[in-house]
Structures are given as C-alpha cells and as structure tokens.
C-alpha cells in the first residue's frame, strides 16, 4: 500500500497541499481517480508522492509484505528514480517520448533500463530474450503493433498518448500515477486510450491514481473517487457521489440540484 501523511507543500503564502493523509492500493489493481476544480492541488499531490517535490510537513510510506509480515517504509526523501524501482511510476501530462525512435525502441529503452542493462541497448543478444517479450506482450496489450516500427513524431495523439503509459508499464510499476492521461485526445478517442489503460492495469494488477477532469470517465471506470479542493481532501468514496452528493456537484461542476 501508498500512503500519504498530513502531507503539507507550500508556495509561498499558497498552501498547495493541506494536510492531505490519503492510502492507495489497499486493494491490489485498485483504480483511484483525482479530481477537483484547477488549483486544486492534484498535481502537487502527484509530484510529492513520487519525489518530483519534497513536502514541507508529512511523509510517504510504502507498505510491504516482508516474511508475512507487513513493514513500513519512509520514502519521504528518496529520489524520484529510487521510487521508480521501488515500484512507484508515473507519466505526465505532456508526453514525454524518445521523438526519434520507433514504438520498440522507445519500450525497449524503458524494459532495458528496468533490467538494469540500459548500457547494452544496442547490443542485444540472448541475454535479452526477457526483455523482447516484455515489449512484445507491452505492443500487444497497449494495442500499438501495428505501428510498433514506426517513429514516435508520427503517431496520431492518441497512440502517442498509449505509448507513453506503455513506457511506465515497461518499469513493471505496482502503482501508476497518471497525470491526465486523456489530456489533449479527441473526444472518439478518450474512451480508447482510458479503456486500453484500465485492461493493462487489470491484467498487470497495478494499482493506478489518475487525475482526470472528464467527470464521465470517472463515473464509468472509478473503484474510488477523490476530490482535492484548495489543496483538502473535500470528499472521498465511489463515483455514484458525482450525482448524489449536492455540495460536490456544486463545487466541481456547478450544478446546484435546487435549479
């Protein structure tokens, strides 16, 4: 399990996150969905859970079974790329890609450098047969075959949108966070990139926090829902609360049931 503890960052007299003390993963596969209005906190949120930022107050703790036993421990000041092998992944909202590559070479750099073998990206031989099938079932399952040889600068947004969450799969995450990864996709093409994602994290079992502000796709694949507003934890629980919950309808989206 992730945890947050009363986490606490500040820019200058904004108090971005405000004592916010959140668990992910209790349930393995589980897919939590962050929403709130902009300025809300959601990607400070993100960026102190996986070391981009530092807090000001609280910690981050990463649960583990060890020996049957469930054991603690503080990632608070572990660097971002340590997180990365302790199993904590995430993409950003604007797509960062390897623009020069192909599909294959873009997953095949990530699957190296989670093996530890990134300096012999260009010397594969058997020794690598691992990584080709990780690439294999990652092209597959992120249904990006049939362009697995073609440059990433010329893919369609919605493909560039699926390989670069295929590329945090490549690092074998047990959680995923996703920054709005409908970002920027047209609306036919949302419930795709979404709909890919939800399948590779079922069948991976990795849990996933993503920020989202289409309210629809939340209501369709969220196991649970939480809402950051001024930088608090303002509601949390199942999607359902979009339509039954008044003061979180009017604040998210403006909607006052008195109308």
């Known amino acids: 399990m992730l945890e947050a503890r009363n986490l606490v960052k500040e820019f200058g007299k904004l108090r971005a996150t405000d004592d916010v003390s959140l668990e992910f993963g209790a349930e393995d596969g589980e897919m939590v ?37 469930t054991v603690e421990h503080d990632i608070t000041d572990m660097r971002p790329d340590k997180r990365v092998k302790e199993g904590l992944v995430r993409s950003f909202q604007i797509v960062h ?16 450098s989670n093996h530890d073998k990134i300096s012999e990206m260009r010397s594969l031989d058997h020794e690598h047969e691992v990584v080709e099938d990780d690439i294999a079932e990652l092209l597959e399952q992120f249904r990006l075959e049939d362009v697995a040889d073609e440059v990433a600068e010329t893919l369609p947004h919605g493909d560039r949108k699926l390989l670069d969450v295929a590329i945090s799969f490549a690092l074998d995450p047990d959680y995923l966070l996703l920054d709005e990864p409908t970002s920027g996709v047209g609306s036919e093409e949302k419930e795709y990139v979404i709909e890919t ?8 079992n990795v849990t996933t926090v993503t920020i989202e502000h289409d309210m629809d796709i ?42």
Do not use: C, W
Not at 37 to 60: F, M, Y
Not at 198 to 203: G, I, L, T
Not at 221 to 245: C, H, K, N, Q
């Open 33 to 69: 969905f962050i929403v709130g209005p902009n300025g809300a906190g959601k990607t400070t949120l993100i960026n102190l859970l996986t070391g981009l930022l530092e807090p000001d107050e609280g910690s981050v703790v990463m649960h583990r079974t060890e020996g049957g036993d």
């Open 97 to 112: 890609l390897f623009e020069e590559m192909t599909v294959r070479e873009n997953l095949r750099t990530a699957a190296l």
């Open 197 to 204: 994602v939800v399948e590779a994290s079922d069948e991976q």
């Open 218 to 259: 939340v209501r369709n694949y969220a196991d649970r829902m939480i809402a950051l507003v001024e930088g608090s934890v303002f509601r949390e629980g199942p999607p359902t609360l979009l339509d039954t919950d008044p003061d979180l309808r009017r604040t998210l989206l403006g909607v006052s049931d008195n109308e």
